[in-house]
C-alpha cells in the first residue's frame, strides 16, 4: 500500500519534470502555470505527462515484486479465446455508466476526453489514443489491480476472517477514481474499479481486467471522433 502511495507520487512528480521541462523546449510563456489554465494544453504535456506517471508506476510495481514480496499471478498476461466475452463487458459498463448519469444532466463530463484530445489531430491524435487505449489500461491494471488490489487483500486476509475481500475491493476501487482526480467521472470510475478488481479476484489473470479496461476506453475514443466528424 505505502509502495503503491509512493510510486504514484514520484509518477506525478517525474510528470510535472517532463512537462516542465517540454515547456522549457517549446518556449511557452508561464511553464506549468499557463498550462494548467489551458482548456486544451498541447498534445505534448499529455504525452509527457502520461509517460512521467507510468514510470512511477513501474517503479512501484518492481519494489511490490524485488522489496515487498508480492509474486505475479501464475498466468496473469494469458489470454484465452472466451477473452472476447470481455470487449463485450467494457462496452457494456460504460454504457451502463453514461445510462446512469443521464438523468442527472451533467455538464463538463466529457472535459477529461476533451482536455486529453483537444489539441491533437492526424498523428498525435493516434499516439494519444493509442496510449490511452491500450498503454493506460495496461499500466493502470498491473498497478491498481495487479498490486494494490492484490496487496489489500492479502493483507486484510491476514488481519480479518471475514469480508477482506470485499474490503479490498472497495478500497482499491475509491483510490483509482480519486486518482483521476476528476470529482464528475468518480462515481463511474469507482464503479470500473469494483469490476475490474472482481475480475482479477475470480480469473487470477490480468488479462480481462485489461481487455474490459481497453473496450470501456475504446468507447469514449469513438464517441470523440464521432462528435469530431459530427462538427
Not at 516542465?20 to 482548456?39: I, R, T, Y
Request: with cysteine; hydrophobic share 55%; proline share 4%.
Amino acid at each position: 500500500m505505502i509502495g503503491c502511495l509512493v510510486g504514484f507520487l514520484l509518477g506525478e512528480i517525474i510528470a510535472a519534470i517532463l512537462i516542465d521541462v517540454g515547456s522549457g523546449l517549446a518556449h511557452l510563456p508561464g511553464g506549468l502555470n499557463a498550462l494548467s489554465k489551458l482548456s486544451e494544453p498541447p498534445w505534448w504535456s499529455n504525452v509527457l505527462g502520461l509517460v512521467g506517471l507510468w514510470v512511477g508506476f513501474g517503479a512501484a510495481i518492481y519494489f511490490s515484486r524485488a522489496h515487498a514480496g508480492l509474486a505475479n499471478l501464475e498466468h496473469q498476461w494469458t489470454v484465452r479465446p472466451y477473452d472476447v466475452v470481455y470487449v463485450a463487458l467494457g462496452v457494456a459498463c460504460q454504457v451502463i455508466v453514461d445510462v446512469g448519469y443521464a438523468p442527472f444532466h451533467l455538464q463538463h463530463l466529457n472535459k477529461p476526453v476533451n482536455h486529453l484530445f483537444g489539441s491533437a489531430h492526424g498523428v498525435t491524435f493516434v499516439l494519444l489514443a493509442l496510449m490511452t487505449m491500450v498503454g493506460a489500461p495496461f499500466m493502470e491494471e498491473w498497478f491498481f489491480r495487479g498490486v494494490l488490489f492484490r496487496a489489500l487483500d492479502e493483507g486484510f486476509a491476514r488481519r480479518f476472517a471475514r469480508g477482506a475481500t470485499p474490503l479490498a475491493v472497495g478500497l482499491s476501487a475509491v483510490l483509482f477514481a480519486a486518482a483521476h482526480a476528476e470529482p464528475l467521472q468518480f462515481v463511474g470510475l469507482a464503479a470500473l474499479g469494483v469490476v475490474l478488481a472482481l475480475l482479477v479476484k475470480r480469473t487470477q489473470r490480468l488479462a480481462p481486467s485489461i481487455i474490459t479496461h481497453v473496450s470501456f476506453n475504446a468507447v469514449a475514443l469513438v464517441s470523440l471522433v464521432a462528435q469530431r466528424s459530427g462538427h
